[in-house]
């Protein structure tokens, strides 16, 4: 379906907001695909970093032919856009004390789940190389922290360096970001025996799991076997994934 944009702006170096209207009620952790105009042949998957009422938003990164393409539309401009797609966040009843955890492009999926679970005890600990973004939004639901790998805002280092004194008191994890970050996140949500929800980022070519681009190694009472994350995922139990 086509859609039509009410926003698209720089809000960081490199980095885009769009706003665009949307009909389906989404769940956090969930994707749409993208039809970046030009000569690209393939829609382009973007987590939904918020939905309000009828309309969503996307947070991207200028990466690619495609980004550079998205990056060019303006308000009342139409895109092409399936979706939602994805399995997203489960959200529990039960627990109170939850830790979310982002690094770089990763981190809008999880203000879209931070702002579901506002009600909550959240502790929100992001990374970024250089350039904070979101931040702000971030603060009206929990208590953030900041690593930057250049020491520009919050403490220098890795966002996995703020967390390990955090994770032994709290109910669930969730995170979203590069594997090594995800993998780091995973072996801490082990060592105290914490539940942990992972959002893992491919690259993919239908969204639909049709095409097997974006296949995933998972483990299974009997061994292993791949999961595809635009159809399975892109949310797994982090207990399941092989790093």
């Not at 529990?92 to 982002?102: A, H, M, S, T, Y």
């Not at 979101?134 to 967390?163: R, S």
């Not at 970001?177 to 992972?198: F, H, N, R, T, W």
């Not at 190694?217 to 399975?232: A, E, I, L, N, R």
């Amino acid at each position: 379906m086509e859609y039509v944009v009410r926003e698209n702006k720089e809000i960081s170096n490199g980095i885009y907001r769009l706003r665009l209207e949307f009909d389906d009620i989404p769940a956090p952790g969930q994707f749409i695909m993208i039809n970046c105009g030009g000569n690209t042949l393939l829609k382009r998957p973007f987590s939904i970093c918020d939905h309000d009422g009828n309309e969503i938003a996307i947070v991207y990164r200028i990466k690619g032919k495609g980004t550079y393409n998205l990056s060019k539309v303006k308000a009342l401009d139409t895109l092409e856009v399936t979706g939602p797609h994805g399995h997203g966040f489960d959200i529990f009843d039960k627990f109170n004390n939850i830790l979310i955890v982002g690094g770089g492009i990763g981190i809008p999926p999880l203000l879209f789940l931070s702002k579901k679970l506002k009600n909550k005890n959240l502790k929100i600990a992001l990374g970024f190389k250089s350039d904070a973004f979101l931040v702000d939004e971030f603060q009206k639901y929990g208590d953030v922290v900041i690593a930057t790998e250049d020491g520009n805002t919050g403490i220098k280092g890795y966002v996995t360096d703020l967390i390990e004194s955090e994770i032994k008191d709290i109910d669930i994890v969730y995170g979203c970001g590069p594997m090594q970050m995800l993998k780091s996140v995973k072996d801490m949500a082990e060592k105290y025996d914490v539940p942990c929800q992972i959002s893992i980022e491919e690259h993919m070519g239908c969204g639909i799991g049709a095409c097997m681009v974006c296949a995933c190694k998972t483990k299974t009472d009997s061994g292993f076997q791949y999961k595809k994350v635009c159809k399975d995922g892109p949310v797994f139990w982090a207990r399941e994934v092989v790093f």
